[in-house]
């Protein structure tokens, strides 16, 4: 069993001080800035009681906590163990792909509590957090998890700490631009985390590039048990799905519709990616890369229009569409994206979010510029759209075009902020390890003996052989 | 190690035009078909508003998807994560278990939102879904679940697609014979779900009986790890099962007494499971097998009676009588089925579907015809059981008498559809694998080579042996 | 390979007769004392639309069901999923791990049910119970499965069991005393919980040393699968921990508060672990052990506090302490106290759950005596302490110096109750395994033959070794 001969080859990936470094002084300064800005917001103050009187609130029932909270949850469960476990589809990178995303989720979420809260819940000088605050900052994250896809395995700890402070805080700034100046529908982050967090993930890793990629080859493949650890993380992305695009949402039917729509997309899109994944293969044979995350396009590509009057056959057709798409793009795409582009796509996240994140960002724009007072009712166009106060006159089809305009928005903040942020993690001080070395645990964490036979047979073999 | 020599042996196995056919026409089907007849309920509907004050409620919470949505999840969770996990105990068919269940799962809610749709929310020419109807759907893809356990490993996706075609509309008319012609109650679905599923899928198996399949012996049983990746489904199937009882009840008191109910009986069935289990052995030790599936029969048998007022400690008994059932079914019933019966029930459905569904059908039929105004109070009698319009003047005991031929019709409509659909797929041209291919992923999957250092020893020991 | 040639060398670890004989008699002991004394409460009973108009409620949404059902569930994982697997990282005890968890756990709430039913829902006669009584039977059972961590694959199952029925016992006492005499909070249990069951484990433990246990000391690490197994416990632990801190407290502000700090906590003390766990390593890696078991102390750090005042950036502060504490606990205190004090620890409790509950028991003290009517307002003070009836003098000083007592009251029940318990699980009549066959399910469970490309490497290399 060829152990690589990493450590300090060509590299330098000793994390001793730099990784503890970096940790201890970001959390240090999220203690101090936490303390400067963030207090509970009305619902989660003890002064709810004066505050339910002043809101003309008869039941505690009626505090966000309990529209939202479980939607919070299976939102939690898909950035850590969704995307944590998707990940650990490598042979050998288990610990990284869960314990990594670990991490960077796990400061991420404080930064974008922050960077979220001077855009959106800045009060008097102080950043007021309720559990939409959580909500919202565990999606700003899971664009820095889609983001990590596309450069697992080559890249140090300290590397997605940066990459992480830099993506919450181009994130948080795009998302204002989209929601708060452009005045555009989000909700479920097609633009925002998907088309945002996968070319800027894929940017990134274009400037990472790794011309001796293949000396590697034999750790980038999966082994049996490490895919069935990969379809948890899938499943849960799956089921859990129709929350993400319903969590922030407004009460009422549009919380229900969103996640109508995102169930019936979903299903669709599973029986397309079988469909292509049987046909694309030369034996018909069903691909495990398809199943874990193409299956997954259709969540992503009603994630703008999922709480509009989509309907559930329209879910249905994106839904099929977006299997379809993504499951052709693992078989054409990412070979030609890597072999002619440079652009190295561990987890193949061009396909399962930068693609159907764009057809998510068209087909809201479409949504919302067929919407009208008929299918919508008056009340609920007006509501559904936030047509009021300076928008009170904004029409459909303009509504449309702020919405494109959103997709290209932001690109531009991907291709722009993953090229700055790409040549900052280029710099030779954070301890990324070398070609051979990718894709291999053994680099930055200790990694057991293996299963006890194999370690048995690990010493033996060899011995026997020269009798 | 002996790789199956399978691939057109005997049989023809390509799937490459055929699969993709199948998934991609029944997908079109459904998009043209919720085209015609698929819209949002009221409680989705962007008209909320009004329809709000038409129903006259003051707040958004009122909105079932408040009263249901985090029932409706874990229900979810059950279906894909815990059905799809508890069947990858089978050493080399965990990309079966979990990715056929998928399969068959995203198509048949499909399938399920209308037929259940045409019989339940059919109104002025439109079915009318908000999130009941799809944790109905969830529900009827279970039953479906259910059956997959019995022919687990003997079929080829094609054939688990239409056997899940023609059991979801079996399982609809038959649902609709027992809610609404007989006026049985069955929330936890004991003899809709459980009772009809395994008895469905048990003479399907029956009339594919494979007399060789000792030829495959080999790989019918589990390693080390696959045992521990269906405790995942197991363990998910349990903790979760009160949700899966209660989420349909009534809002209140129903739902809250089925969690109950059904929380006490799982938990006297991990006890009596566990004796049994060792009682039953030679040596005294535990069995993985009994312990992922016997434990969880304590919540098929309160399906039915979980909403009554079973009492907590009726709920105990049934959970003790049912574990006991369950173990003492996989170590004399499932072997004695096999040589005698020729039922060949891969998982052991009879055991922990069909039998504890039975008990769970006779206890919802004491429990309802035990029923009185005394325990229930007069309102909660006439809510409980729903007597009013027609069914006004029924008694407890009609009630239970009703419940009773709820069982005799579920059965029946098993043993004949499950004849049907067996014969259908006994046709040659499924694609089926022959009996020295089966339970192994090989023939349906791109399998990986096995772990680095296995595949390191599978070429080698052999050459040192022979210097 | 080495197995173990266990089964009755020096020990008699035969289960066949005392395993059912406990498992099912103690089963019929629950199914009488429920018949005698449990009923549904109110809010579960089919009454209940007689008490809405009695409780003056409008609408089924008030029932407290809708409050905590979502929050029960998170629980639920927790205990059953979040323990069970968190234990699976030794390499040769899975089944032990999850099964003997599911086994004490699923007799547990039972008894808790009884025993907390006792002191806390008796009325005329009568257990009623609800949700909230099913959430605190999961909690008080959290505190078995802590101490079960300490005695980890050196128990037999009947021991586990015996150790249930007396710490679930001792734990309703404490618990009694520290919220109803003390009139202490304590809505995560740090106190009454984590401290006791983990001081209550240690002490076990240290009763039971085992001299002899380095003969095993093969078998007390992980392999590289089992480690992924485990971070799926560990990760369902820190997600769903703002539901454990939450699920009990007020409804309204305090249940947001409390998950809000709680998610705080977590996120910083994940930065702090890993900051540390490379630190103390000399080649500066990652160790999983720290992963998987410091990451969570904040949670159980702000148990106390959490539903208090304690701010967001104080929640920051004690997750990083914590996380700190916890990581340097597993490099310098668990070899210390075993090779010292003479305790084994498998899992390392002491770290996780003894030394963050006091810190989170200390905290709660600090955090009510600092409190004030103009942070809280005055009905939320009241309202937050519960200083109402006989306590509504009470000061927030003389709070803390009850919360302080709290502290000392739980470690003196854990080391009294540990010590007796300890002593009778000492009696050689409970069927243990010898210290050579500790930390191997092969003792108790049916074990199946090693992957198969394993099981052919253990019969052939040793031929070919002597041609």
């Known amino acids: 069993?060829?152990?690589?001969?990493?450590?300090?080859?060509?590299?330098?990936?000793?994390?001793?001080?730099?990784?503890?470094?970096?940790?201890?002084?970001?959390?240090?300064?999220?203690?101090?800035?936490?303390?400067?800005?963030?207090?509970?917001?009305?619902?989660?103050?003890?002064?709810?009681?004066?505050?339910?009187?002043?809101?003309?609130?008869?039941?505690?029932?009626?505090?966000?906590?309990?529209?939202?909270?479980?939607?919070?949850?299976?939102?939690?469960?898909?950035?850590?163990?969704?995307?944590?476990?998707?990940?650990?589809?490598?042979?050998?990178?288990?610990?990284?792909?869960?314990?990594?995303?670990?991490?960077?989720?796990?400061?991420?979420?404080?930064?974008?509590?922050?960077?979220?809260?001077?855009?959106?819940?800045?009060?008097?000088?102080?950043?007021?957090?309720?559990?939409?605050n959580l909500i919202n900052a565990d999606f700003c994250v899971g664009s820095v998890c889609i983001a990590f896809g596309a450069i697992l395995g080559k890249t140090s700890p300290i590397q997605l700490l940066v990459m992480t402070l830099f993506q919450v805080t181009l994130f948080s700034v795009n998302e204002y631009i989209l929601l708060n100046l452009l005045h555009v529908k989000d909700a479920g982050g097609s633009m925002t985390i998907h088309t945002f967090g996968a070319y800027f993930g894929l940017t990134v890793t274009r400037v990472l590039y790794r011309p001796n990629l293949e000396q590697s080859k034999d750790k980038q493949g999966s082994v049996y048990h490490s895919d069935l650890f990969a379809m948890i993380g899938t499943l849960y992305l799956w089921m859990y799905w129709p929350s993400f695009n319903s969590a922030i949402s407004d009460h009422g039917d549009a919380?229900?519709?969103?996640?109508?729509?995102?169930?019936?997309?979903?299903?669709?899109c599973v029986l397309t990616t079988m469909a292509f994944s049987s046909m694309l293969q030369?034996?018909?044979?069903?691909?495990?890369?398809?199943?874990?995350?193409?299956?997954?396009?259709?969540g992503v590509a009603v994630g703008t229009s999922a709480e509009m009057m989509l309907t559930p056959y329209g879910s249905l057709i994106v839904g099929s569409i977006s299997g379809i798409v993504s499951t052709v793009g693992y078989v054409y795409f990412t070979p030609f994206l890597e072999s002619r582009l440079h652009i190295q796509d561990t987890c193949g996240i061009h396909n399962l979010h930068a693609m159907p994140g764009l057809i998510g960002g068209i087909v809201g724009a479409i949504t919302a510029a067929a919407a009208t007072e008929d299918v919508y009712g008056k009340e609920g166009f007006i509501k559904a759209f936030d047509f009021t106060g300076v928008y009170r006159t904004r029409t459909p089809s303009i509504q449309?075009?702020?919405?494109?305009?959103?997709?290209?928005?932001?690109?531009?903040?991907?291709?722009?902020?993953?090229?700055?942020?790409?040549?900052?993690?280029?710099?030779?001080?954070?301890?990324?390890?070398?070609?051979?070395?990718?894709?291999?645990?053994?680099?930055?964490?200790?990694?057991?003996?293996?299963?006890?036979?194999d370690a048995y047979h690990m010493h033996n073999p060899d011995k026997p052989a020269s009798p």
């Open 1 to 132: 069993m060829e152990r690589p001969r990493h450590q300090g080859m060509a590299k330098n990936t000793y994390m001793r001080w730099r990784l503890p470094l970096v940790c201890l002084l970001w959390e240090a300064a999220m203690i101090v800035l936490f303390g400067v800005f963030v207090r509970f917001g009305a619902e989660a103050d003890a002064h709810w009681e004066e505050e339910k009187r002043e809101m003309n609130l008869t039941s505690d029932i009626e505090n966000d906590f309990y529209f939202r909270y479980p939607s919070f949850q299976d939102v939690h469960v898909m950035i850590f163990v969704g995307f944590g476990f998707l990940m650990t589809f490598l042979k050998r990178y288990g610990f990284g792909a869960v314990g990594f995303n670990f991490l960077l989720a796990a400061f991420g979420i404080q930064w974008a509590l922050l960077m979220q809260g001077w855009f959106h819940s800045f009060k008097d000088g102080k950043i007021l957090i309720g559990v939409e």
């Open 255 to 268: 919380q229900h519709r969103s996640a109508i729509n995102t169930y019936c997309s979903l299903a669709a």
């Open 400 to 453: 449309g075009g702020f919405q494109a305009a959103g997709i290209v928005v932001s690109l531009l903040m991907a291709f722009a902020g993953g090229a700055i942020v790409g040549g900052i993690l280029k710099l030779p001080i954070w301890g990324d390890a070398a070609a051979e070395n990718c894709f291999e645990d053994d680099v930055y964490w200790e990694v057991p003996e293996d299963e006890e036979s």
């Open 282 to 298: 030369k034996k018909g044979k069903l691909d495990m890369v398809h199943i874990q995350n193409a299956t997954l396009a259709g």
